[in-house]
């Protein structure tokens, strides 16, 4: 609260881990931040991202009742999901996660779901989204999975699957159903040549506050080299902000010392990649992860391929077509979209 200075309004998001698994100290930190804010006079937005898993009736009731907006995190339909989402008895918790669908969707009609697309998901691709869309799922926010060795061909397989997944947005587009994808909704990389500054927006307009007590630009940043060990601290909530000099780095706004990105022809519309994975790749937040790289051209090739069946489908006709419904949430703040 005090580092949002005259801002009107922060965004509180619990993340995790599995927040659920602490409901107790989220009720908390809701009772707590709202008397702050209220004696600030501030507004409080509340997301959260969540796997599902304990979601129970009363647990979604508080949720909507304080305003608490939820994106879950899956990886998939059915097969996808339980090939990394396993709980520890070995066993895939999708069926569980899909038996509480219809009950959160009393509680919040809109429901979104981030899908971290791995080499093997990346092949059902549109299968899955179908899957999740049939189970109430009406936006999808998608992003490789970082981490994992990405073979050529499996890249060349990502983008014939986002070729398939953009046909399946301008099907759903063009019946008017309630079907959003952030990631055809966010414009062409390079369209409008408008000047991006370095990164997602971590460490500048939003910060971590690990169980620690430890402050950090992300929470990607906070758990990379392990807990109580994160990447460029910023302090501790008990000390304040006391590093200073950490900070700093992520506010500039230039090439800097980003010398790959300087001579990229998206220099001017991309962040640079995201700094946690940058330097779990690289050792440096500003020397971009190279597969990294290599989506941000496959997303190019992906818009512009949308652009062009856009005009095909729709006969040229306003953009507006492509806009979801006014009563439906187009997206989440924080970590959730992560491009």
Same mark, same amino acid.
């Given at each position: 609260?005090?580092?949002?200075?005259?801002?009107?309004?922060?965004?509180?998001?619990?993340?995790?881990?599995?927040? *659920?698994?602490?409901?107790?100290?989220?009720?908390?930190?809701?009772?707590?931040?709202?008397?702050?804010?209220?004696?600030?006079?501030?507004?409080?937005?509340?997301?959260?991202?969540?796997?599902?898993?304990?979601?129970?009736?009363?647990?979604?009731?508080?949720?909507?009742?304080? #305003?608490?907006?939820?994106? *879950?995190?899956?990886?998939?339909?059915?097969?996808?999901?339980?090939?990394?989402?396993?709980?520890?008895?070995?066993?895939?918790?999708?069926?569980?996660?899909?038996?509480?669908?219809?009950?959160?969707?009393?509680?919040?009609?809109?429901?979104?779901?981030?899908?971290?697309?791995?080499?093997?998901?990346?092949?059902?691709?549109?299968?899955?989204?179908?899957?999740?869309?049939?189970?109430?799922?009406?936006?999808?926010?998608?992003?490789?999975?970082?981490?994992?060795?990405?073979?050529?061909?499996?890249?060349?397989?990502?983008?014939?699957?986002?070729?398939?997944?953009?046909?399946?947005?301008?099907?759903?587009?063009?019946?008017?159903?309630?079907?959003?994808?952030?990631?055809?909704?966010?414009?062409?990389?390079?369209?409008?040549?408008?000047?991006?500054?370095?990164? +997602?927006?971590?460490?500048?307009?939003?910060?971590?506050?690990?169980?620690?007590?430890?402050?950090?630009?992300?929470?990607? *940043?906070?758990?990379?080299?392990?807990?109580?060990?994160?990447?460029?601290?910023?302090?501790?909530?008990?000390?304040?902000?006391?590093?200073?000099?950490?900070?700093?780095?992520?506010?500039?706004?230039?090439?800097?010392?980003?010398?790959?990105?300087?001579? +990229?022809?998206?220099?001017?519309?991309?962040?640079?990649? +995201?700094?946690?994975?940058?330097?779990?790749?690289?050792?440096?937040?500003?020397?971009?992860?190279?597969?990294? +790289?290599?989506?941000?051209?496959?997303?190019?090739?992906?818009?512009?391929?949308?652009?062009?069946?856009?005009?095909?489908?729709?006969?040229?006709?306003? #953009?507006?077509?492509?806009?979801?419904?006014?009563?439906?949430?187009?997206?989440?703040?924080?970590?959730?979209?992560?491009?």
């Amino acid at each position: 609260m005090e580092e949002s200075g005259p801002v009107p309004q922060v965004t509180i998001l619990f993340f995790g881990g599995e927040p *659920l698994l602490r409901f107790d100290l989220m009720r908390k930190v809701w009772d707590h931040a709202t008397e702050r804010a209220h004696g600030l006079g501030k507004k409080i937005h509340w997301d959260m991202t969540t796997n599902g898993t304990l979601m129970t009736e009363e647990k979604a009731r508080w949720l909507r009742d304080h #305003r608490v907006n939820y994106l *879950l995190s899956m990886d998939g339909g059915k097969e996808d999901h339980d090939r990394y989402r396993k709980f520890a008895n070995g066993l895939g918790s999708f069926d569980v996660v899909a038996k509480r669908l219809r009950m959160m969707k009393r509680y919040q009609p809109w429901i979104g779901a981030k899908i971290s697309v791995t080499p093997e998901a990346a092949r059902n691709l549109r299968k899955s989204m179908e899957e999740l869309y049939g189970l109430g799922v009406n936006q999808f926010i998608l992003g490789y999975a970082h981490g994992l060795p990405w073979t050529l061909e499996d890249l060349h397989g990502y983008e014939q699957a986002m070729y398939e997944v953009c046909e399946l947005y301008l099907e759903k587009k063009y019946n008017k159903e309630y079907f959003r994808l952030t990631l055809f909704e966010e414009g062409e990389p390079g369209e409008e040549k408008s000047h991006c500054s370095f990164g +997602c927006g971590a460490g500048r307009g939003r910060f971590c506050v690990d169980s620690y007590g430890d402050i950090y630009g992300c929470s990607k *940043l906070a758990t990379i080299t392990g807990m109580h060990n994160g990447v460029l601290p910023y302090g501790n909530v008990f000390q304040g902000f006391t590093r200073i000099e950490n900070r700093l780095q992520f506010n500039i706004s230039e090439a800097g010392p980003r010398e790959k990105c300087a001579q +990229c022809e998206f220099e001017e519309s991309c962040g640079g990649g +995201c700094p946690a994975v940058n330097y779990k790749a690289t050792g440096s937040i500003f020397d971009p992860d190279d597969l990294g +790289c290599r989506t941000v051209f496959i997303n190019q090739r992906v818009h512009r391929y949308m652009r062009e069946r856009t005009k095909e489908v729709f006969d040229d006709t306003s #953009r507006d077509l492509l806009e979801g419904p006014d009563n439906l949430r187009s997206e989440m703040g924080g970590p959730c979209v992560e491009s």
